[in-house]
T-cell receptor
Framework: NAGVMQNPRHLVRRRGQEARLRCSPM?????VYWYRQLPEEGLKFMVYLQKENIIDESGMPKERFSAEFPKEGPSILRIQQVVRGDSAAYFC?????????????FGQGTRLTVV | GNSVTQMEGPVTLSEEAFLTINCTYTATGYPSLFWYVQYPGEGLQLLLKATKADDKGSNKGFEATYRKETTSFHLEKGSVQVSDSAVYFC?????????FGKGTKLSVKP
């Protein structure tokens, strides 16, 4: 049973480009969460999704950021027109249908560098 | 405010030393409390948790007790190993919307 898979592990984008980060939850998990970790900081909650639904997006920046978790396929975090301040590690976590956070697992993260 | 505050690192200890990493929180109500560990280049792993006052979470020799009166959840281990070297995060919340502390880097020397 593979864990939470994120890809790519490392992503370099020039300012103004788009970044697409993918997260495949653990098998049987239907809840996905995205977090951002800035250098020397703790993780900041961004968004919580279930299949085809955004449950809580209170941590998402109002502009340029969007997330989806389609019926089929991975969850996608999209950042449009990236800026240097978007450089961070982005972590995805998934939890089972019970929604019990204590049973959630994190992926290894995608490290985005904007040059 | 609504926050989690951890002692700043880095913390450097010799093998078999006693470890304490302080964590305090502000909150309304009684959130669940967590400690996560992040090894270099890896994602976070849940180390232990407590869901109500006076609960003690424990795992791999680490312990933390949910102290409502001091709003604290300090992490302790009686004898650290080199393999415990990592960054430790305290967090509170529920349903995946967690608030994390800034992390404390622990280095254990042989």
């Amino acid at each position: 049973n593979a864990g939470v898979m994120q890809n790519p592990r490392h992503l370099v984008r020039r300012r103004g480009q788009e970044a697409r980060l993918r997260c495949s939850p653990m098998k049987g998990h239907s809840h996905v969460y995205w977090y951002r970790q800035l250098p020397e900081e703790g993780l900041k909650f961004m968004v919580y999704l279930q299949k085809e639904n955004i449950i809580d997006e209170s941590g998402m920046p109002k502009e340029r950021f969007s997330a989806e978790f389609p019926k089929e396929g991975p969850s996608i975090l999209r950042i449009q027109q990236v800026v240097r301040g978007d450089s961070a590690a982005y972590f995805c976590a998934s939890s089972p249908p019970t929604g019990e956070w204590a049973e959630a697992f994190f992926g290894q993260g995608t490290r985005l560098t904007v040059v | 405010g609504n926050s989690v505050t951890q002692m700043e690192g880095p913390v450097t200890l010799s093998e078999e030393a006693f470890l304490t990493i302080n964590c305090t929180y502000t909150a309304t109500g009684y959130p669940s409390l967590f400690w996560y560990v992040q090894y270099p280049g890896e994602g976070l792993q849940l180390l232990l948790k407590a869901t109500k006052a006076d609960d003690k979470g424990s795992n791999k020799g680490f312990e933390a007790t949910y102290r409502k009166e001091t709003t604290s959840f300090h992490l302790e281990k009686g004898s650290v190993q080199v393999s415990d070297s990592a960054v430790y995060f305290c967090a509170k919340g529920s349903q995946g919307n967690l608030i994390f502390g800034k992390g404390t880097k622990l280095s254990v020397k042989p």
